[in-house]
């Protein structure tokens, strides 16, 4: 084990024992170098390692800091394998996508509260006056889309199956973008699967929610099946 690794565990080590705790300042570096064994170097190393890991926040001039330790956050640097492993086929990006929100829908029918469901009609309002339009907003249309998901999902009361499902569906928003700029309907039909979720939350049915989330991912999927592989500057050309 290299140095850095001693560092990081060390840190790692500290925090699940309750030495740190989320926000806490972590000692000057003189006395933390000490207390792990290393040398200031390689404490600065396994300290840059942990700020990209999301567990520091390094402050020039104020110290280092144990961040939030939220789980979206410490999960993002998996969005990089998400990147790597969705490189030949975005199929497998899209297929445990579902898996995950279907799993939430599931979850969040018993859970959500009603203010979250009418934050979730409230969007769906505006999505519905948007694809009525002659010349929408398809990126209006498509923060609406994600944030009516994330609503879903932070009400399935797992940060992290949150944030898993923060690293993959991000990963899928260039291609649901392209679909609502050049597939003709993609709106309308999009806004009706998510209605169609909706009541089922609203009904406090699991299994219809699930089944719901699950035949609206299923569609996406099949839209995206034929995405170009010049969908950005597709996308940049339709914004322009």
């Known amino acids: 084990m290299s140095r850095t690794d001693e560092v990081v565990n060390g840190i790692k080590r500290m925090i699940l024992e309750g030495q740190f705790r989320p926000g806490d300042r972590l000692p000057i570096e003189k006395d933390l170098a000490e207390q792990l064994g290393v040398s200031r170097g ?14 520091v926040n390094i402050r020039q001039g104020d110290g280092t800091y144990v961040t939030n330790l939220d789980a979206p956050q410490l999960l993002a640097p998996m969005g990089f394998v998400v990147d790597f492993q969705g490189q030949g086929d975005p199929r497998h990006i899209h297929t445990v996508r579902r ?16 203010e979250a469901l009418a934050q979730a009609g409230d969007l769906l309002d505006e999505a519905a006056r948007l694809v ?16 009516f998901h994330r ?16 690293a993959f569906a991000g990963r899928t928003i260039r291609g649901r973008l392209w679909r609502s700029l050049h597939e003709e309907g993609a709106d309308l039909r999009t806004h009706d699967e998510h209605v169609a979720i909706l009541k089922a939350l609203v009904a406090r049915d699991p299994e219809r929610a699930r089944t719901r989330m699950a035949n609206h ?3 996406v999927e099949e839209s995206l ?9 597709s996308i940049e050309a339709a914004r322009s």
Do not use: K, Y
């Open 42 to 55: 390689s404490l600065r190393e396994g300290m840059s390692a942990l700020s990209i890991l999301g567990i």
């Open 132 to 147: 009525g339009q002659s010349s929408p907003d398809h990126e209006r249309i498509m923060e609406i889309d994600i944030a």
């Open 225 to 233: 099946q034929g995405l170009p592989d010049d969908a950005d500057a």
């Open 99 to 114: 898996l995950l929100e279907c799993e939430a829908a599931c979850l969040a029918a018993t859970r959500i509260t009603d």
């Open 151 to 166: 609503i879903i999902a932070v009400h399935a009361e797992n940060p992290v199956l949150v944030g898993l499902i923060e």
């Open 217 to 219: 991912l299923i569609g």
